[in-house]
């Protein structure tokens, strides 16, 4: 009898396990794209978390993918002849009333950061001038 108990113990301890194993798979936080309107079209942009590169601008979908997080994210640009430019973007606390938020989401606290930004660069004044000859 005790050998039976222990034997149903340890299957139902190992279903246990699998079953929580599946659900980490699952609950693992998602990416985030981010689309970016950036002036000059030709800058490099790249997005920065706790000093390592977590996403590279790519200027044909106009857009940033990087994975969502609790952490601010640091957006770089640069391009010749513009000063480089630096944007801070905090995530948003998840929204239980928000339809597109992930149950994931909501029990972690990751929230989103804004969908849509808009990058302008100021021109360097030690860009080369051509001369008037």
Do not use: H
């Not at 800058?43 to 994975?67: E, H, K």
Request: charged fraction near 20%; aromatic fraction near 8%.
């Amino acid at each position: 009898m005790v050998r039976i108990t222990r034997s149903r113990i340890a299957i139902v301890a190992l279903a246990g396990a699998v079953n929580l194993a599946g659900c980490a798979a699952i609950l693992e936080a998602e990416s985030q794209t981010i689309m970016m309107t950036v002036t000059p079209e030709d800058a490099q942009c790249f997005g920065w978390r706790n000093d390592s590169m977590v996403g590279i601008y790519n200027p044909l979908f106009q857009s940033m993918t990087v994975s969502k997080s609790t952490d601010e994210l640091l957006i770089t640009c640069n391009a010749y002849g513009y000063n480089t430019k630096r944007l801070r973007l905090m995530p948003s606390q998840a929204d239980w009333n928000d339809p597109k938020v992930k149950f994931y989401d909501y029990v972690t606290s990751i929230g989103s950061y804004d969908g849509n930004i808009v990058i302008v660069m100021d021109k360097s004044g030690s860009a080369i001038a051509q001369s008037g000859r």
